[in-house]
T-cell receptor, first 117, second 110 residues
Framework: GAGVSQSPSNKVTEKGKDVELRCDPI?????LYWYRQSLGQGLEFLIY????????KSGLPSDRFSAERTGGSVSTLTIQRTQQEDSAVYLC???????????????FGDGTRLSIL | DAKTTQPNSMESNEEEPVHLPCNHS???????IHWYRQLPSQGPEYVIH?????VNNRMASLAIAEDRKSSTLILHRATLRDAAVYYC???????????WGAGTKLIIKP
């Protein structure tokens, strides 16, 4: 079956431009997560959606970062006025509803590699 | 958040078993132990998780110490495709986040 799909797979842009990253979760997965991974590092949590709501946005690094989810499905992560330190791989994951706790496996896309010149 | 400690890297021969250790001495009673792996240029992949009892699935086995302060991921017969970074993560059932460390880079020698 189809897994988590992210687009674009690579994005190169100039400092100061806005970028929009897209995530298509697995059908039926109500939970959706965004992470960021810098080169050679572990993943850094950004935001979590349950349905269209984001109970916790505290992982977003600054107010230049925002995310939304519509129809309980597709999510977009937007970075405004990009800076060089925003360069990283942005990963999206989805999972089934918690059901007894947040222990459902998270299924990841292959990420968007963002490079800010 | 409770933290985990893993070796930076390990080497193993192809077609031999691999035991990947993880220490989590501050684990709480409600923390589950999760393992994910990440192949080069790919997103992480779920491997296995458990609470107290040993767990087996088609990918691996998870052996959890009786005091739960350590665990071991066991790959029964490593192949070259198992070369990846393996992450051991503690997850409270009430916490949606996965807190990631640096993981163990597993190198498989032909």
């Amino acid at each position: 079956g189809a897994g988590v799909s992210q687009s674009p797979s690579n994005k190169v842009t100039e400092k100061g431009k806005d970028v929009e990253l897209r995530c298509d979760p697995i059908s039926g997965h109500t939970a959706l997560y965004w992470y960021r991974q810098s080169l050679g590092q572990g993943l850094e949590f950004l935001i979590y959606f349950q349905g269209n709501s984001a109970p916790d946005k505290s992982g977003l690094p600054s107010d230049r970062f925002s995310a939304e989810r519509t129809g309980g499905s597709v999510s977009t992560l937007t970075i405004q006025r990009t800076q060089q330190e925003d360069s990283a791989v942005y990963l999206c994951a989805s999972s089934l509803p918690g059901g007894g706790g947040f222990n459902q496996p998270q299924h990841f896309g292959d990420g968007t590699r963002l490079s800010i010149l | 958040d409770a933290k985990t400690t893993q070796p930076n890297s390990m080497e193993s021969n192809e077609e031999e078993p691999v035991h990947l250790p993880c220490n989590h001495s501050t684990i709480s009673g409600t923390d589950y132990i999760h393992w994910y792996r990440q192949l080069p240029s790919q997103g992480p992949e779920y491997v296995i998780h458990g609470l107290t009892s040993n767990v087996n699935n088609r990918m691996a086995s998870l052996a959890i110490a009786e005091d739960r302060k350590s665990s071991t991921l066991i790959l029964h017969r490593a192949t070259l495709r198992d070369a990846a970074v393996y992450y051991c993560i503690l997850r409270d059932g009430s916490n949606y986040q996965l807190i990631w460390g640096a993981g163990t880079k597993l190198i498989i020698k032909p």
